[in-house]
């Protein structure tokens, strides 16, 4: 049995009046644990509302998602925070801008549990936050007193991906999480991002507009088209696409 099953989902906004969306139709999709999946489409192809839809942003209309043979269908977003992590394209979101940096791992370390008040950051918790940001090579060590809002773009998006997996989530959503930032930055959060995904062996699901990274990335790759999945390759197919290629079918179906 795979490990995510998603049966049959479906979405309709603004349902019974002249302004329906058929935003996601019948999706079906088998994921394997450690599957690192690349979404591509064009603009309205469902890609968004598929994460969202997994996430429990919203409740769909018809189908099933099951984890680890766990029905979540039903569940809230609240709820399945334990099991998904997401990581957003601006760098704020997911993120308190005015708490530290120590702050904002403080609370993720609490994803999917109850949260109650307490006196301050154990120690051991400082000590830990301190070496995993050391890993990062990038001097965040040394910010863990400074409002998350006051550093880069980079330097947050790369905190996120700590603390999106800094208690490992059985799926991570990462939705476009690089297209705010430079090229040259977008290249080492891409880099940090197969680095994590890899050593803890988790299973993603990444939108991205930049073909090269759809191809470069990942053992898989499907592309959307009005709320659909049209094709699903697998690692061997995705090695042997160009971007240039990808670029011809993805033109095909607008």
Same mark, same amino acid.
């Given at each position: 049995?795979?490990?995510?099953?998603?049966?049959?989902?479906?979405?309709?906004?603004?349902?019974?009046?002249?302004?329906?969306?058929?935003?996601?139709?019948?999706?079906?999709?088998?994921?394997?644990?450690?599957?690192?999946?690349?979404?591509?489409?064009?603009?309205?192809?469902?890609?968004? $509302?598929?994460?969202?839809?997994?996430?429990?942003?919203?409740?769909?209309?018809?189908?099933?998602?099951?984890?680890?043979?766990?029905?979540?269908?039903?569940?809230?977003?609240?709820?399945?925070?334990?099991?998904?992590?997401?990581?957003?394209?601006?760098?704020?979101?997911? @993120?308190?801008?005015?708490?530290?940096?120590?702050?904002?791992?403080?609370?993720?370390?609490? +994803?999917?549990?109850?949260?109650?008040?307490?006196?301050?950051?154990?120690?051991?918790?400082?000590?830990?936050?301190?070496?995993?940001?050391?890993?990062?090579?990038?001097?965040?060590?040394?910010?863990?007193?400074?409002?998350?809002?006051?550093?880069?773009?980079?330097?947050?998006?790369?905190?996120?991906?700590?603390?999106?997996?800094?208690? +490992?989530?059985?799926?991570?959503?990462?939705?476009?999480?690089?297209?705010?930032?430079?090229?040259?930055?977008?290249?080492?959060?891409?880099?940090? $991002?197969?680095?994590?995904?890899?050593?803890?062996?988790?299973?993603?699901?990444?939108? $991205?507009?930049?073909?090269?990274?759809?191809?470069?990335?990942?053992?898989?790759?499907?592309?959307?088209? +009005?709320?659909?999945?049209?094709?699903?390759?697998?690692?061997?197919?995705?090695?042997?696409?160009? @971007?240039?290629?990808?670029?011809?079918?993805?033109?095909?179906?607008?």
């Amino acid at each position: 049995m795979a490990f995510i099953e998603i049966k049959n989902i479906s979405k309709t906004f603004h349902s019974d009046t002249d302004e329906a969306y058929h935003a996601l139709k019948e999706v079906n999709l088998e994921i394997n644990t450690g599957d690192f999946i690349t979404i591509v489409g064009g603009n309205g192809a469902g890609k968004s $509302t598929f994460l969202n839809a997994l996430a429990g942003s919203f409740q769909i209309d018809r189908g099933s998602i099951f984890i680890d043979g766990q029905n979540i269908t039903n569940t809230k977003e609240y709820e399945r925070a334990k099991y998904i992590s997401r990581i957003y394209q601006n760098p704020l979101d997911g @993120t308190a801008p005015r708490m530290t940096v120590a702050e904002n791992m403080a609370i993720a370390i609490k +994803r999917g549990e109850k949260r109650g008040f307490s006196s301050g950051i154990k120690k051991e918790d400082l000590k830990s936050f301190e070496e995993q940001l050391k890993s990062l090579n990038l001097g965040l060590e040394n910010r863990l007193n400074t409002e998350i809002g006051l550093l880069s773009g980079g330097q947050r998006q790369a905190i996120s991906l700590l603390m999106a997996t800094i208690k +490992r989530p059985e799926l991570i959503l990462l939705d476009e999480h690089t297209a705010a930032l430079d090229p040259k930055t977008q290249k080492n959060i891409m880099k940090l $991002t197969e680095e994590i995904i890899k050593g803890k062996k988790l299973t993603a699901f990444m939108i $991205t507009h930049n073909l090269q990274d759809a191809l470069q990335y990942g053992n898989r790759m499907i592309v959307m088209h +009005r709320g659909q999945i049209v094709k699903d390759f697998s690692k061997v197919e995705k090695d042997n696409l160009t @971007t240039t290629k990808l670029y011809e079918i993805l033109s095909e179906l607008e």
